[in-house]
């Protein structure tokens, strides 16, 4: 293996290969001639690709390998991108590239750097050459022979939500996730759906490269994760893959120098819009790829979650503590600390009774001083909104208002501070909860999906 040099001063990051075989996608990278950084995806018990399905595959396997890419790019930021399986026509191109510079915003903001005008993939110069989908490919409607679902299941309360609005549509669905985690397989089990786990191999080196001080931050891990599903999606022989991404997911989490950074970028309704059109276009005509929840915002979801009764409560967490690749995770499902805790506690409040909130969590949040810090980002109250998966300022300001006239939480520490020094700030008509419990009408969502949409907004 070649010596490992600092990739920040490289010249180029390279997509070196991608392939296939027996189960295993192989998806290669590098930084100028340095050593190769491989990565592994497995899926399991992998059936033989029928013909009507390769051609998509391969379309599928390519993109992986660009999206999978940002982990690896990020680490050096080289002013040269190479793909050496082709150049890419200009719409997969202007796809990666939004993918990079938007999935990378929050990365680029913590790290004092600015990626506007460096990113930029190969395109072929002239169109219609390698790479360009075939008519055939574009409008195949014969490459699933059935309608199944795939579920991404993440351990918390909005892939349940999800789960539990196909099985009252009537659609035939699998559980699905990526990664080891213990907690959503046992959370997966709990659906009693049948079960994909699929395994993502990061390249050792890439470790090495940020024990030696490469650049290091957030990823738009929910674009690859999308990206491997597509692939699944198409090994397997699922026609849809629905996500649960909430509307919430498309606001900012801050607006620096005229540009806005969002934490959830690649959960939020821009990317999940490109991302479809382009899976049609560019992989399988008849693969749907959506998210069931765009309609509603965190607080409506939270409600239908507690309206599903106790089965899940005793096994979901959100908080993501439990999901480092590296360091210590929480010795419960709930460290208390962080912000995905604070939001959960906060939009769950409103619509369970108070005693099997504190079960669930097993201690009051919202009656502790010392919490107050972290429940002031969530509103935007004296900082900005946490770079966390949670709902927006305005809907956690009004579950704060929700509790605030009920007895048995207005005395709490934090919601007797909210009552008193806080929403004498705020406009009263912005503190009402029933508009964030209203369903949007923006959304990708099929309309064979429809009795599966009306029950969550039930």
Not at 342 to 359: E, G, I, N, T
Not at 380 to 388: A, C, G, I, M
């Given at each position: 293996?070649?010596?490992?040099?600092?990739?920040?001063?490289?010249?180029?990051?390279?997509?070196?290969?991608?392939?296939?075989?027996?189960?295993?996608?192989?998806?290669?990278?590098?930084?100028?001639?340095?050593?190769?950084?491989?990565?592994?995806?497995?899926?399991?018990?992998?059936?033989?690709?029928?013909?009507?399905?390769?051609?998509?595959?391969?379309?599928?396997?390519?993109?992986?390998?660009?999206?999978?890419?940002?982990?690896?790019?990020?680490?050096?930021?080289?002013?040269?991108?190479?793909?050496?399986?082709?150049?890419?026509?200009?719409?997969?191109?202007?796809?990666?590239?939004?993918?990079?510079?938007?999935?990378?915003?929050?990365?680029?903001?913590?790290?004092?750097?600015?990626?506007?005008?460096?990113?930029?993939?190969?395109?072929?110069?002239?169109?219609?050459?390698?790479?360009?989908?075939s008519p055939k490919q574009r409008s195949r409607a014969d490459t699933f022979p059935q309608h199944r679902t795939l579920v991404p299941i993440g351990g918390g309360k909005d892939s349940l939500v999800v789960v539990e609005a196909l099985k009252a549509g009537g659609a035939e669905a699998t559980a699905v996730w990526v990664g080891n985690s213990p907690l959503i397989a046992a959370v997966a089990a709990r659906t009693g759906l049948p079960m994909l786990n699929i395994a993502r191999e990061l390249s050792p080196v890439l470790f090495e490269y940020n024990r030696l001080g490469a650049y290091n931050g957030h990823i738009p891990v929910t674009a690859i994760n999308s990206a491997i599903l597509v692939c699944a999606a198409i090994l397997y022989g699922f026609d849809a893959i629905a996500f649960a991404n909430e509307r919430s997911a498309s606001s900012?989490?801050?607006?620096?120098?005229?540009?806005?950074?969002?934490?959830?970028?690649?959960?939020?309704?821009?990317?999940?819009?490109?991302?479809?059109?382009?899976?049609?276009?560019?992989?399988?005509?008849?693969?749907?790829?959506?998210?069931?929840?765009?309609?509603?915002?965190?607080?409506?979801?939270?409600?239908?979650?507690?309206?599903?009764?106790?089965?899940?409560?005793?096994?979901?967490?959100?908080?993501?503590?439990?999901?480092?690749?590296?360091?210590?995770?929480?010795?419960?499902?709930?460290?208390?600390?962080?912000?995905?805790?604070?939001?959960?506690?906060?939009?769950?409040?409103?619509?369970?009774?108070?005693?099997?909130?504190?079960?669930?969590?097993?201690?009051?949040?919202?009656?502790?001083?010392?919490?107050?810090?972290?429940?002031?980002?969530?509103?935007?109250?004296?900082?900005?909104?946490?770079?966390?998966?949670?709902?927006?300022?305005?809907?956690?300001?009004?579950?704060?208002?929700?509790?605030?006239?009920?007895?048995?939480?207005?005395?709490?520490?934090?919601?007797?501070?909210?009552?008193?020094?806080?929403?004498?700030?705020?406009?009263?008509?912005?503190?009402?909860?029933?508009?964030?419990?209203?369903?949007?009408?923006?959304?990708?969502?099929?309309?064979?999906?429809?009795?599966?949409?009306?029950?969550?907004?039930?």
């Amino acid at each position: 293996m070649n010596a490992l040099a600092d990739p920040r001063q490289a010249q180029t990051f390279r997509f070196v290969r991608c392939d296939y075989r027996d189960g295993v996608a192989e998806l290669v990278y590098a930084f100028d001639e340095g050593p190769e950084l491989i990565e592994r995806v497995h899926f399991p018990d992998a059936p033989i690709l029928p013909g009507a399905r390769k051609d998509a595959f391969v379309a599928a396997l390519r993109l992986l390998h660009l999206f999978a890419g940002v982990s690896y790019y990020k680490a050096g930021l080289p002013a040269r991108i190479a793909v050496e399986n082709g150049a890419l026509d200009e719409s997969t191109a202007a796809l990666t590239d939004e993918l990079y510079l938007h999935g990378l915003a929050e990365f680029a903001y913590r790290n004092g750097l600015d990626l506007r005008g460096r990113i930029a993939f190969p395109r072929r110069r002239a169109p219609g050459r390698e790479g360009e989908p075939s008519p055939k490919q574009r409008s195949r409607a014969d490459t699933f022979p059935q309608h199944r679902t795939l579920v991404p299941i993440g351990g918390g309360k909005d892939s349940l939500v999800v789960v539990e609005a196909l099985k009252a549509g009537g659609a035939e669905a699998t559980a699905v996730w990526v990664g080891n985690s213990p907690l959503i397989a046992a959370v997966a089990a709990r659906t009693g759906l049948p079960m994909l786990n699929i395994a993502r191999e990061l390249s050792p080196v890439l470790f090495e490269y940020n024990r030696l001080g490469a650049y290091n931050g957030h990823i738009p891990v929910t674009a690859i994760n999308s990206a491997i599903l597509v692939c699944a999606a198409i090994l397997y022989g699922f026609d849809a893959i629905a996500f649960a991404n909430e509307r919430s997911a498309s606001s900012a989490t801050l607006e620096y120098e005229g540009r806005q950074v969002n934490h959830q970028w690649s959960k939020g309704w821009t990317f999940e819009r490109a991302f479809a059109a382009h899976v049609r276009s560019h992989v399988a005509a008849d693969l749907d790829y959506f998210s069931l929840l765009r309609p509603f915002s965190e607080l409506a979801v939270t409600r239908a979650f507690a309206k599903l009764g106790p089965a899940y409560f005793d096994a979901f967490s959100s908080c993501n503590r439990n999901f480092r690749i590296l360091g210590p995770k929480p010795a419960d499902r709930w460290c208390g600390q962080c912000p995905k805790c604070h939001f959960v506690f906060l939009a769950l409040a409103p619509f369970l009774p108070k005693p099997r909130l504190l079960q669930i969590f097993g201690r009051n949040l919202l009656d502790d001083d010392a919490q107050a810090p972290g429940f002031d980002a969530l509103i935007e109250y004296r900082d900005h909104k946490p770079f966390e998966c949670v709902g927006e300022a305005s809907e956690a300001r009004a579950a704060f208002a929700a509790l605030a006239q009920r007895p048995e939480w207005r005395e709490d520490a934090l919601v007797a501070r909210f009552r008193e020094e806080i929403a004498p700030q705020l406009e009263a008509g912005s503190l009402r909860l029933e508009p964030w419990l209203r369903a949007d009408e923006e959304h990708g969502i099929p309309e064979r999906f429809r009795d599966a949409l009306a029950s969550i907004a039930r």
